[in-house]
Structures are given as structure tokens and as C-alpha cells.
């Protein structure tokens, strides 16, 4: 069983590793990106809002702006309006979401354009879907945030959003607005520097979904070897518990002990060691200089495997 996570772990350290390096050949030729992003030139979300906008017709952006002049100079500086004059998927600019604008456009009759605020969640997300079926958007379909009733516009402001990916609050504190239990993880003594702003939630997870627990892996284990690889081996003396998950010892977000520790190191060892030197907490031990309050880790350093010593004692 253990051998099996292990590989397991090992295999998405590869497959990381070469994702990494498909992510930066993709930064480092934008037109290539660009030029796979296009799709056939259909105004794809057309099908999703028509429905609301009768039988108008696109009029283009030009003619929005004579009504609604700041929104699209707003518009314009954000990553959507950017993309806008270049990419054939955003070629109608405000109709590609709002739906054909030409019976509204007449005399600003509400009832005859679309305003993806007013839509039920899911009818939203089907907007977005028809030019986001990205990786990333892949698992949204089972994620508990779309199970929930989350939408797409709790955490994406289109007009007023921050940044290239326009969130409501950034990748953090946009979550801290429901999830308050691990706000407060995150400021206990040992915690991943998230408050820190060296990493973010979405670090860690995909919003959009995962085979587990949103995370940005398939489980755990391989969540944690994409930035600790050194504690994953492989050793010639494997720790079982490690190969079986970190989370046999460490929580994610945060911890009152040391290292984001489950328990204090001497009741997590003992955990599982129960007889550990002669059942070192009724105090009879085998070592002459061991202390019923000695780290156990001061002697098996090595604790998450070895090369040389089969008691990682190093
Ligand atoms: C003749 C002026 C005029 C033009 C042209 C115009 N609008 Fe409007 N629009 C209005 C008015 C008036 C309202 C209602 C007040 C408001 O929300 O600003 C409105 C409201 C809206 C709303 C909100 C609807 C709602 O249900 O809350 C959207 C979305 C919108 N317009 C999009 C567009 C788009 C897209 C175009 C171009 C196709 C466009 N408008 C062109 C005048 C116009
Ligand atoms: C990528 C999709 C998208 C594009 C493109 C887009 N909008 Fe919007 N628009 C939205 C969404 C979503 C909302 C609902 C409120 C929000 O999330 O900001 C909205 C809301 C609005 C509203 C209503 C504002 C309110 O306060 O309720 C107006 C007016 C509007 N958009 C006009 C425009 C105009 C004009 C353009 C083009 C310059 C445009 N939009 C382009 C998605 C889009
Ligand atoms: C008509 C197609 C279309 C629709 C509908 C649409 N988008 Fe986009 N969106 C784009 C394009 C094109 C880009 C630019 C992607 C690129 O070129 O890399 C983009 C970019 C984005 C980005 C930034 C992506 C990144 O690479 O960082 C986010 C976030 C986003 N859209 C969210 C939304 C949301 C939320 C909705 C629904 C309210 C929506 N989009 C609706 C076409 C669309
Ligand atoms: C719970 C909050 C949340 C919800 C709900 C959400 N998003 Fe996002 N989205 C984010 C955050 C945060 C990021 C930035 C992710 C990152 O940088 O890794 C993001 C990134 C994106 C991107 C860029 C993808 C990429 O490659 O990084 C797109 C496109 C996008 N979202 C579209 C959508 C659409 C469409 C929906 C609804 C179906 C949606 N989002 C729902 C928070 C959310
Ligand atoms: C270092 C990676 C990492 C970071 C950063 C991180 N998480 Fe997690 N999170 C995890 C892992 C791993 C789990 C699964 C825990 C398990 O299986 O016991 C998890 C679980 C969760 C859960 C499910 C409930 C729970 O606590 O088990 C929520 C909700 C959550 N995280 C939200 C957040 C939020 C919000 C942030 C940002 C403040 C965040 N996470 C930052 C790794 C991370
Ligand atoms: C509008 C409230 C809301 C926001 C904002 C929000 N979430 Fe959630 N999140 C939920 C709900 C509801 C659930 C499902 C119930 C639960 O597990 O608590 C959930 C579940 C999760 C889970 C647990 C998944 C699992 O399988 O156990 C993670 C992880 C998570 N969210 C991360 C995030 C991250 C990261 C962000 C910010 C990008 C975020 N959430 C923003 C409401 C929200
Ligand atoms: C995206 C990268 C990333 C991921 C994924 C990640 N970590 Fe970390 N981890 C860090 C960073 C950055 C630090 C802080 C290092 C520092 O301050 O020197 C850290 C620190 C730690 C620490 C030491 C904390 C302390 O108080 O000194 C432990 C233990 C840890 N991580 C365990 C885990 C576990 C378990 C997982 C999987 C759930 C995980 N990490 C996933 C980046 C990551
Ligand atoms: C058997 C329990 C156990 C398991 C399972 C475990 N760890 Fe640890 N880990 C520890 C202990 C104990 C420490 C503190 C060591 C110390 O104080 O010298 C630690 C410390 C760490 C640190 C901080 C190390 C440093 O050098 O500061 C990181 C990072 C870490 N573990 C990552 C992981 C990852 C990733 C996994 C899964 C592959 C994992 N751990 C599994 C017990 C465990
Ligand atoms: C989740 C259970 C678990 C936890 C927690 C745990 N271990 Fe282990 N450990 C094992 C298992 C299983 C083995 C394999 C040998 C065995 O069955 O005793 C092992 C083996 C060892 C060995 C090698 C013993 C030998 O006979 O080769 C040492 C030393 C050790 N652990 C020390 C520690 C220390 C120190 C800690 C605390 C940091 C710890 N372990 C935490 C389950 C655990
Ligand atoms: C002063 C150094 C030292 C400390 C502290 C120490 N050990 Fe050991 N441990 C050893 C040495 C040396 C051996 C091999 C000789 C022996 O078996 O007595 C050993 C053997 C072991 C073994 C394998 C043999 C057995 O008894 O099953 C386990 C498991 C173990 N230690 C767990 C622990 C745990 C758990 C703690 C903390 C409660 C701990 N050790 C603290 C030095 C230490």
C-alpha cells in the first residue's frame, strides 16, 4: 500500500515538472498562446442570452459607449477589454456577454438585454463556460462551490474586479469571506506564510474544482511534493506514515505546534509508537539518556526517510 502512494507521488512530481515546463514555454510565446486560444469564429455565447434579447442584433461596441461611456473606458483597461480587439472569441466586446444589443440599444429598454447579475447562478456559469472550458474550469461541474450555489460573479467582478483574473478581492482575502475557519488557521503559530502574502489560497486549491477537496493535485501527498520534494523520497529507508500522507502528521493552513504539527511531536510519535523505548511515557526507557520530554526528532532527524540510517538517526 505504501509503495503504491509512493510512486504514485513520484509520478506527479514528473508529470509536474513537465507541466511546469509546458506553463513556461506558454509565457514565453504569448502569440503562440493566443494563437490556440481561437476558436472557430461563432459568437459562441450568443446561444446562452439570446434567449433575453428577442431577435435584436449586434450593433458593436462603439454603440454602447454612446450610452454607457464610462463603463467602457473601464472596460477597456480590463484583461477581458484588452483581449477584446485581438482575440475572435471577445470580437463583440459587450454583446459577447450582454447578448445582441440592437432593440435595447434603440431607447435602453432593460427588459431587452442581459444582465448576467440578475441570472441564477448556473445560467451564469453557463455564459462564462462557453468560452472558459479551459483545465482549469475542467472539474467545475463536481465542484463543492458550484454543488453550493457559488456563482462565477461571487469571486469575479467583470467591470470592477482586481487584476488580470478581475477578483472581487484578490486570491485571498476573496475567499476569507466565507471560509473564516481558516482564516484563523492561518494565524497560529506555525502556518503556511499565506498572511504573509509569499503564497495564496490559490496556491494550494483550484476554486473551480479537483478530483479532492479542490486542491491543485490529485490528492494531498502530491499537493505537498510539488513544493517539498525533498520529503518525499524516494529513501532506501522509507517512514511508511510519510508515503501513506503527510496529513498522517501535518495539517495544511495552520497549527498551535511547531512545523504545522498534528500534535505536539512527542504525543504524535507515541501516537503510533506506543512502546517506543519501553513505553517511554511511564518513564521506564532503554536509553540511559533519554528524557520521558526528549524530542524524538532530536535523535531520528531524519524522520521523513533515510539513505544511511534505518532509524533516520542519521
Ligand atoms: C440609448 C442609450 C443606450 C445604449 C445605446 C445602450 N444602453 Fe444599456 N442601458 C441604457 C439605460 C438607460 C439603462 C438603464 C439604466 C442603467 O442601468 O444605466 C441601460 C442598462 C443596461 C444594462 C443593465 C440591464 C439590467 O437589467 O440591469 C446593461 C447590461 C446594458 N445596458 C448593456 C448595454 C450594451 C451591451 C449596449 C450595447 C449593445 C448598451 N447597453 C447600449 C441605455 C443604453
Ligand atoms: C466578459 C463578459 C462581459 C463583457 C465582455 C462585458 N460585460 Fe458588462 N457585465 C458583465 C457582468 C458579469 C455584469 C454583472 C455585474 C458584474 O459582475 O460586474 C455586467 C454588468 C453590466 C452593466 C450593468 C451594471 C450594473 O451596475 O448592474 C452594464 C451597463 C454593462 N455591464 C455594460 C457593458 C458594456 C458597455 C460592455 C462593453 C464595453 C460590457 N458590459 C462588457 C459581463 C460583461
Ligand atoms: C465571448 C467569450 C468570453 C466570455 C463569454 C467570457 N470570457 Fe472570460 N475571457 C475571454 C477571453 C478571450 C479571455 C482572454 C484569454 C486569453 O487570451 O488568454 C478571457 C479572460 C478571462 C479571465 C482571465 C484569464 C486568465 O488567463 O487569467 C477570467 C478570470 C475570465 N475571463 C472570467 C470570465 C467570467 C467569470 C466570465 C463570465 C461572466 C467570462 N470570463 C466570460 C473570453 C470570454
Ligand atoms: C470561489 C471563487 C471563485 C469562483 C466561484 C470562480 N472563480 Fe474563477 N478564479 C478564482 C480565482 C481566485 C482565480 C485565480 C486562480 C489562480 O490564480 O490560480 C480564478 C481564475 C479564473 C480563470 C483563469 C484560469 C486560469 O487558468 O488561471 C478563469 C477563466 C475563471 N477563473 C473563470 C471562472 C468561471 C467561468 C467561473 C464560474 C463557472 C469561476 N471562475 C468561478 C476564483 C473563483
Ligand atoms: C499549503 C497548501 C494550502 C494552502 C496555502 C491552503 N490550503 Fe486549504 N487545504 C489544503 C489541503 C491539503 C486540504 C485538505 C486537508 C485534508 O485532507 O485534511 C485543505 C482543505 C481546505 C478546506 C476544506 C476544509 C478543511 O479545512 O479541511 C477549505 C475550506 C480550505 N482548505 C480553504 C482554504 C483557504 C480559504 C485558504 C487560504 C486562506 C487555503 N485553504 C489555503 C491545502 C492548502
Ligand atoms: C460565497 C462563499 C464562498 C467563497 C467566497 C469561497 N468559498 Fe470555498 N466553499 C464554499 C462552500 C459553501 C463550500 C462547500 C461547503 C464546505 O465545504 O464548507 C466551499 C468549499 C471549499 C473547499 C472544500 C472542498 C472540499 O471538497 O472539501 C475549499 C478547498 C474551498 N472552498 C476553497 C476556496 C477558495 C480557495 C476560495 C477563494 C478562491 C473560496 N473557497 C471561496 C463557499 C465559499
Ligand atoms: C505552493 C508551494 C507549497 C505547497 C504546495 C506546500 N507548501 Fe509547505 N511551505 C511552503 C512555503 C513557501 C513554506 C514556508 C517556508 C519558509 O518560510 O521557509 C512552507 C512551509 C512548510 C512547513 C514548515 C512550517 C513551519 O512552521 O516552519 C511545513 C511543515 C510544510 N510547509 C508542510 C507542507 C505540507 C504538509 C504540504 C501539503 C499539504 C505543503 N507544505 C504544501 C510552500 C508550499
Ligand atoms: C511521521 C510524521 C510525519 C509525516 C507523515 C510527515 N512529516 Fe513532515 N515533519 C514531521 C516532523 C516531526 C517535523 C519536524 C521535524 C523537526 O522538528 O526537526 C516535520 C517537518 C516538516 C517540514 C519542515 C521541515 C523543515 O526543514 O523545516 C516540512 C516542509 C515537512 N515536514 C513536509 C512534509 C511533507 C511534504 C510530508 C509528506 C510527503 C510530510 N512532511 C510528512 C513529521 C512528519
Ligand atoms: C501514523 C503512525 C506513525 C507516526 C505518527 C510515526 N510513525 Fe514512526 N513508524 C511507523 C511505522 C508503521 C513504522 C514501520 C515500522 C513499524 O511498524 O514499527 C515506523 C518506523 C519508525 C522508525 C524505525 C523503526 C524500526 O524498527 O526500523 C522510527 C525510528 C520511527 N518510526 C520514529 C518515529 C518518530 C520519531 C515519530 C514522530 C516524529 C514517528 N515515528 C511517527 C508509524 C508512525
Ligand atoms: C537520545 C536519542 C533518542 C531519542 C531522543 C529517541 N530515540 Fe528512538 N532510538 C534511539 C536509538 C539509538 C535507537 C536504537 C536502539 C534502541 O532500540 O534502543 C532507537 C530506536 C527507536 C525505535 C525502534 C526500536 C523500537 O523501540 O521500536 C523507535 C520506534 C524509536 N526509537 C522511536 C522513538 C520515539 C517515538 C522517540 C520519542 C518519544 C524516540 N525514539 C526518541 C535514539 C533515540
Excluded at 152 to 169: A, D, P, Y
Amino acid at each position: 500500500m505504501h509503495t503504491r502512494s509512493c510512486s504514485r507521488i513520484r509520478r506527479a512530481g514528473l508529470v509536474f515538472a513537465a507541466m511546469t515546463a509546458m506553463l513556461s514555454f506558454t509565457f514565453l510565446t504569448p502569440a503562440f498562446a493566443a494563437d490556440k486560444e481561437v476558436i472557430p469564429s461563432v459568437s459562441a455565447p450568443e446561444a446562452k442570452v439570446a434567449a433575453n434579447n428577442g431577435d435584436s442584433k449586434m450593433v458593436g461596441q462603439a454603440a454602447c459607449a454612446t450610452c454607457h461611456a464610462e463603463k467602457a473606458e473601464a472596460f477597456s483597461k480590463t484583461f477581458h477589454g484588452r483581449k477584446s480587439l485581438s482575440n475572435g472569441k471577445l470580437a463583440n466586446a459587450c454583446e459577447s456577454c450582454h447578448g445582441a444589443g440592437s432593440g435595447h440599444a434603440d431607447a435602453g429598454d432593460v427588459a431587452k438585454i442581459t444582465n448576467p447579475k440578475k441570472l441564477e447562478p448556473a445560467a451564469v456559469a453557463a455564459l462564462c463556460l462557453t468560452c472558459h472550458k479551459d483545465k482549469a474550469l475542467m472539474m467545475w461541474k463536481t465542484s463543492p462551490h458550484k454543488t453550493n450555489g457559488v456563482s462565477c460573479l461571487t469571486c469575479h467582478s467583470i467591470h470592477e474586479g482586481e487584476g488580470r483574473q478581475s477578483l472581487v478581492k484578490g486570491k485571498t482575502d476573496t475567499c476569507l469571506e466565507c471560509h473564516t475557519s481558516q482564516k484563523a488557521d492561518m494565524r497560529l503559530p506555525s502556518h503556511h506564510p499565506v498572511a504573509e502574502g509569499k503564497m495564496s489560497c490559490v496556491s494550494c486549491h483550484n476554486p473551480h474544482g479537483g478530483i479532492e477537496g479542490n486542491l491543485k493535485a490529485d490528492s494531498g501527498e502530491e499537493l505537498c511534493a510539488k513544493c517539498h520534494s525533498e520529503k518525499v523520497g524516494p529513501f532506501a529507508f522509507e517512514h511508511p506514515p510519510v508515503a501513506d500522507g503527510c496529513m498522517n502528521c501535518h495539517k495544511p493552513h495552520g497549527s498551535a505546534n511547531d512545523k504545522l504539527l498534528k500534535q505536539s511531536p512527542q504525543t504524535l510519535c507515541l501516537s503510533c509508537h506506543v512502546r517506543a523505548h519501553g513505553n517511554i511515557t511511564a518513564g521506564a526507557t532503554t536509553l540511559a539518556n533519554l528524557e520521558p520530554r526528549t524530542r524524538c526528532t532530536n535523535c531520528h532527524r531524519d524522520i521523513h526517510g533515510s539513505n544511511r540510517d534505518s532509524l533516520f538517526a542519521r
